[in-house]
């Protein structure tokens, strides 16, 4: 059975850092893009980066870029986002997601990231 | 940037109806449009993807169809499981966008 579960969400402060990491199980990681999306409390989706299966490119949206680092380790099954500088305007349930067959999923349950004074 | 633009921003149906979700695009996007749905306090579920496309153990209830800029989404016979919120995601580009997102609610 695929499964992604995330983890690291909590509260930080304007301008503080956190990780999230994201462990995939049940199926070849590394023939796999993966995300991370988020959502502010009662708002829509939003794309916040994605990583090439070898782990060789990354891509950002505006929103996030110069801020937000992804990564992963092929070895262990792990996707990580470092987020850097954050804004209150961060705060949000952040999902970590598998690109198949065209579609996006399975998604992790999410982890809820809290940037307030 | 490719806009992303679904309406209506909510429904209201009996159970049984049909519905039906429109999402508008800001240039051709190849078919490359999926359709989530998103219960409350979960994470979203791809439903259909690359325009048409059920995904696998999905009720056939839900279709969806669409070229160029102009994509739909419907579910037939609508039932109390089917409450939630509905977002079509276009991936040609990066950045990758969703429409606004369709709530949908029981009569």
């Known amino acids: 059975e695929v499964q992604i579960l995330d983890s690291g969400g909590g509260f930080v402060r304007p301008g503080g850092s956190r990780r999230l990491s994201c462990a995939a199980s049940?199926?070849?990681?590394?023939?796999?893009?993966m995300n991370w999306f988020r959502q502010a409390p009662n708002k829509g989706l939003e794309w916040v980066s994605t990583?090439?299966?070898?782990?060789?490119?990354?891509f950002y949206a505006d929103s996030v870029k110069g801020r937000f680092i992804m990564s992963r380790d092929n070895s262990n099954n792990m996707v990580y986002l470092r987020l850097s500088a954050l804004r209150v305007e961060d705060t949000a349930t952040y999902f970590c997601?598998?690109?198949?067959?065209?579609?996006?999923?399975?998604w992790s349950q999410g982890t809820l990231v809290t940037v307030s004074s | 940037d490719i806009q992303v633009t679904q309406s209506p921003s909510s429904l209201s149906a009996s159970i049984g109806d049909r519905v039906t979700i429109t999402c508008q695009v800001s240039?051709?996007?190849?078919?490359?449009i999926n359709w989530y749905q998103q219960k409350p306090g979960k994470a979203p579920q791809v439903l259909i993807y690359?325009?048409?496309n059920l995904e696998d153990g999905v009720s056939s209830r839900f279709s969806a169809s669409g070229s160029e800029t102009l994509y739909t989404f419907s579910i037939s016979n609508v039932q109390p499981e089917d409450i939630g919120t509905y977002y079509c995601?276009?991936?040609?580009?990066?950045?990758?966008?969703f429409g606004q997102g369709t709530r949908l609610e029981i009569k």
């Open positions: 995601q276009q991936y040609k580009t990066v950045p990758i966008s």
């Open positions: 240039q051709a996007v190849t078919n490359y």
């Open positions: 690359e325009t048409s």
């Open positions: 049940g199926f070849i990681f590394n023939y796999y893009a």
């Open positions: 990583i090439s299966k070898a782990g060789d490119q990354t």
């Open positions: 997601s598998r690109t198949g067959h065209g579609a996006y999923g399975p």
